[in-house]
């Protein structure tokens, strides 16, 4: 047995089977917020409700998961990470499965807003710290095949939730998903581990770290602060664009909720995934010779994405809409490619996973506004007023960071070793 170690060694190897394992589960955190937004004509009819009473469900989604995203990360930091991501599985896929089972308002917000939201900000954190341990030289790598569970699962989920919905109806897509997250649960429970080389080490560290200083260290710095509120207006489109889309889709142009729920998300994260490369391409190229670069491509996919979400609303022929969420997501993608890049540009390196925390909390909760808004605009005005208003929170997403760049960025640029650019050119 011990004379013939070749018959051990796995085919795959683990770091890459965590990537699978990963993968699937971020699909049904990702497909398990979509599904909602998909059924949401037919959970009105049901439950007798109006827009902005959905709005608020997926409002206080929001708001849940961007009240515990941080939290979640210090936990992680702290506590087993393939517990945290096991409980986390557990628990939105269960608050998936009893959503089927509400009957109205009180009983969407327990089971979608509280358990399925809260559940979801346990996932992200622990995942991507759980990736870095096993990868170093693949990270890159590994994180970007994970994070393409993102859109295959918003983009396929949406599809299943709609066919699920006008065949079986709408409880049907929610037991679906939610069971075969429990399920899947337990599979990342049998299979998933921490990799900890001196757990002593790592509990001494844990201790040490004082959350105050911390957070006192990245509040000082005002591009964080401002790049913070940038990808808070940015946060705010894309949820009310996730939300209601389908919802467009189905009742302006009469597709069927499966149809609008695959296209409304399809031509928009096929143009990201476009815009992504180029700006990453863009950015990666120019950081050398021009610190600033990163900032101006976000300003440049900000402002040159707003024009083509004044058109997904204002359009009456449904190819220019598709041309449209394609264009908004090419520059959408721009934009992110450099997301956390350019906030590491003034964070310390051992500020920054609170500092991405803080980030995505911030922008979560601003985001939250936007679902019972466009409800309320649906029913006020139309909802293609609603998506077309969109496009001025880009507008104001670009002239924060603008300010950022033109005020701070400069004096508050991190030059230490860890850096980027400059360890690279030295």
Not at 266 to 293: C, E, N, P
Not at 342 to 354: K, N
Request: glycine share 10%; net charge positive; aromatic share 16%.
């Amino acid at each position: 047995m011990a004379g013939n170690p070749k018959q051990s060694k796995p085919v795959i190897p683990y770091k890459w089977e965590l990537i699978g394992l990963l993968w699937f589960s971020y699909f049904l955190n990702q497909g398990d917020r979509q599904i909602f937004n998909v059924v949401i004509p037919l959970i009105k009819d049901d439950l007798k409700l109006d827009d902005v009473q959905v709005g608020l469900v997926a409002t206080v989604f929001t708001l849940v998961y961007g009240l515990l995203v941080p939290i979640a990360g210090v936990l992680s930091d702290r506590f087993d990470k393939s517990k945290i991501l096991f409980l986390s599985l557990l628990i939105f896929s269960a608050g998936t499965l009893l959503t089927g089972i509400g009957n109205g308002v009180f009983g969407l917000i327990l089971f979608r807003s509280i358990a399925t939201g809260g559940g979801e900000a346990f996932y992200y954190p622990a995942a991507n710290s759980l990736i870095a341990q096993y990868h170093s030289n693949t990270r890159a790598m590994a994180m970007s095949i994970h994070q393409t569970s993102l859109y295959v699962g918003i983009v396929l989920s949406g599809f299943i939730a709609g066919y699920l919905g006008e065949n079986y109806g709408w409880r049907v897509a929610f037991y679906a998903f939610g069971l075969m997250g429990i399920l899947w649960a337990f599979v990342v429970l049998l299979r998933v581990k921490e990799k900890v080389a001196d757990p002593a080490q790592v509990k001494e560290e844990s201790r040490n770290l004082k959350l105050l200083p911390i957070i006192k260290a990245i509040v000082a710095k005002k591009t964080a602060i401002y790049l913070s509120v940038g990808f808070s207006f940015m946060c705010f489109v894309n949820i009310g664009y996730l939300t209601w889309m389908p919802t467009f889709l189905h009742e302006k142009y009469h597709l069927s909720l499966a149809s609008s729920g695959l296209n409304s998300t399809l031509y928009h994260f096929m143009g990201a995934f476009v815009g992504v490369l180029i700006g990453a391409k863009i950015s990666d190229k120019w950081a050398l010779k021009r610190k600033q670069i990163r900032l101006e491509v976000e300003i440049f996919g900000l402002l040159v994405g707003a024009p083509f979400i004044y058109w997904i609303g204002m359009t009456d022929s449904l190819l220019m809409c598709y041309v449209a969420m394609a264009l908004f997501g090419v520059f959408r993608g721009i934009y992110d490619s450099n997301l956390f890049a350019a906030l590491f540009d003034v964070i310390e390196p051992q500020f920054r996973a609170t500092a991405t925390g803080f980030m995505l909390s911030f922008g979560f909760i601003v985001g939250a506004v936007a679902p019972v808004l466009l409800g309320y605009i649906k029913m006020e005005f139309g909802l293609e007023y609603g998506i077309s208003l969109l496009a001025l929170f880009y507008i104001l997403g670009a002239i924060s960071i603008f300010i950022a760049l033109r005020l701070y960025y400069k004096k508050e640029y991190y030059t230490g070793l860890s850096n980027n650019y400059d360890s690279s050119s030295k």
